[in-house]
């Protein structure tokens, strides 16, 4: 056991993860046939990981967000003094809400 603890290894992986030499490494093992594998594996064992990531990251915050309305959403200024305050509204949800005001 070269680490004292197991959260300096965990520092040290995190560090050469973030290494240029470690994105190379990661970039090769994703498209290695068993990184690809591992990838497979582990959707095949979480299914519901991949949905809610895929949810999270995809969906949640692009659907519009007018109650019912579950169409794909454009990012929407309610205030463009506040440019990271942004919300989903589909097309023509949007269209409305710009057409109002
Ligand atoms: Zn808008
Ligand atoms: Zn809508």
């Given at each position: ?5 197991p ?42 990981k ?52």
């Amino acid at each position: 056991m070269p680490y004292k603890n197991p959260e300096d290894r965990k520092a040290c992986v995190i560090r050469y993860n973030k290494s240029e030499k470690g994105k190379a490494t990661a970039k090769r093992y994703r498209k290695s046939e068993k990184g690809k594998e591992a990838q497979r594996k582990y959707e095949k064992n979480n299914p519901e990981k991949k949905s809610a990531h895929y949810y999270a990251r995809k969906i949640a915050r692009m659907i519009c967000s007018i109650t019912e309305c579950e169409e794909i959403g454009e990012k929407h200024h309610p205030d463009y003094s506040k440019p990271l305050e942004i919300v989903s509204l589909c097309r023509q949800h949007h269209a409305e809400v710009h057409n109002n005001g």
